[in-house]
């Protein structure tokens, strides 16, 4: 019996040949502590790494992902478990719950090695670092929620301003959180989450209610849900999906011309943020498939990218991990936009297609506009203030040389 199962199994093998090319991994880090603020003192000391901060909870999530990792890229073989540099291109946010997420999670993978996780700094870094400040998204802003000038100003600076209004919009609509204080909402479902003592009025009924708040903020801040704009998507996850399609691509055309060259990575992983998960999500058109309705990613949630060769004919798959500590992956497929419905794979044509007006090669420009060759920077003013000054001085001593020369001839004549 054994025997016969095992030579269908084999036959099948040989007739339907499957070979894994390559894998993106994208991933949000592990649980944090608030952000903004602590509602209370226990609070401080239970997070006491400070705002912002992986928390131990979050260090685990990171290895979670890690084990899933592992399981199907290092035990299957397909990566080298001694770890080679040539194999893999690890990087990170620089804000440092994403960089100890990555850290815990390749560390579960090569327990042996220590990884390289490259990172570039905030302002530079458009792969993986939302930006709020474009202009196209701070109009759009400024018209959405009526700001004036002074909550305009803010907003520049601090994309609070803005999650605080859809907020405090989306509360008009709820039972419980009506007339409530919601500056510190998102802190609050935090500290809830972490068992921790929080108003008697933020019950589970409240907190229902106050993730679809905080559901709102990310969709302002992403460009997604409610606020759907594919502007506003573009400087965010733009260049990553660019990024990942290119690098598809690439590993097509280098397999099916026989020249690699540079020879390229099989495994890629980017540790980022609920922002960037959320655009890339809706980029696809899986956003409600992923997440559900009216819902952000959750922490370490996960998508996958793999390019396989299938009966000699490149495919893709698209995978999915909702929950932090769930293992298993949802495959997601045949919901992303221009692919088949209910197939386990899409082609990489329809793939590499779908999002076109979500994707930017170049998200600086995308945000800020062409660069000015005359930057009028600190610098530039002085040297203009120098050369004002001089020619003023010049013009002057020239004049004063010409009367200095005619009264001389006077003199020279009597
Ligand atoms: C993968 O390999 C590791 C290390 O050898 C092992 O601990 C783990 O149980 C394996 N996972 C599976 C699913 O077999
Ligand atoms: C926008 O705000 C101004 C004053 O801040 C107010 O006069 C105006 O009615 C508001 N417009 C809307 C559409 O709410
Ligand atoms: C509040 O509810 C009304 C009516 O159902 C709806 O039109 C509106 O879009 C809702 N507002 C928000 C912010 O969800
Ligand atoms: C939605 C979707 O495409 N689901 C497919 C994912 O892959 C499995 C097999 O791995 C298929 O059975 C599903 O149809």
């Given at each position: 019996m054994n025997a016969m199962f095992l030579s269908i199994f084999l036959i099948g093998l040989v007739f339907a040949e499957s070979e894994l090319l390559s894998v993106h991994a994208v991933f949000r880090h592990g649980a944090r502590a608030p952000i903004e603020d602590f509602t209370s003192e226990e609070a401080k000391h239970h997070f006491y790494?400070?705002?912002?901060q992986l928390t131990d909870e979050g260090v685990e999530h990171g290895r979670i992902v890690g084990r899933i990792l592992r399981d199907r890229y290092v035990n299957t073989s397909f990566l080298d478990k001694r770890m080679l540099t040539n194999e893999i291109y690890l990087r990170s946010s620089g804000s440092e719950r994403c960089l100890m997420t990555m850290n815990a999670a390749i560390d579960v993978m090569f327990p042996n090695a220590i990884p390289p996780v490259q990172t570039i700094a905030r302002d530079d870094d458009f792969l993986l670092i939302p930006k709020y400040n474009c202009p196209v998204m701070l109009k759009g802003y400024k018209e959405i929620f009526n700001l004036t000038e002074k909550e305009f100003n803010r907003a520049k600076k601090n994309i609070w301003e803005v999650s605080d209004r859809a907020i405090e919009r989306a509360a008009e609509n709820t039972t419980y959180l009506?007339?409530?204080?919601?500056?510190?909402i998102s802190s609050l479902i935090l500290e809830k989450d972490a068992g921790l003592a929080v108003p008697?009025?933020?019950?589970d009924k409240a907190y229902k209610e106050a993730e679809f708040l905080f559901f709102s903020a990310i969709a302002v801040m992403s460009g997604?849900?409610?606020?759907?704009n594919p502007e506003w998507i573009r400087p965010k996850s733009g260049l990553l999906l660019h990024t990942i399609f290119e690098n598809i691509k690439n590993r097509i055309n280098c397999i099916s011309s026989g020249e690699c060259d540079p020879p390229m990575k099989k495994f890629v992983a980017y540790a980022t943020h609920d922002i960037m998960i959320m655009a890339l999500l809706e980029s696809l058109g899986i956003r409600e498939a992923a997440l559900g309705i009216d819902s952000s990613p959750e922490f370490c949630s996960l998508i996958i990218f793999e390019l396989w060769m299938i009966d000699g004919a490149p495919q893709v798959k698209i995978l999915y991990r909702r929950k932090p500590e769930e293992t298993t992956l949802i495959n997601l497929s045949g919901n992303v936009r221009n692919c088949q419905e209910n197939a386990e794979y899409c082609a990489p044509e329809k793939f590499t297609t779908c999002c076109n007006q979500f994707i930017t090669s170049n998200p600086r420009e995308v945000c800020y506009g062409a660069p000015n060759p005359?930057?009028?920077n600190s610098l530039v003013w002085l040297l203009i203030g120098i050369i004002v000054v001089l020619s003023l001085l010049i013009l002057i001593i020239s004049l004063i040389s010409i009367r200095f020369k005619k009264q001389c001839k006077v003199e020279l004549k009597h």
């Open positions: 790494r400070g705002l912002g009506k007339d409530k204080d919601l500056s510190l008697s009025w933020f019950d997604t849900g409610p606020y759907y005359w930057k009028m």
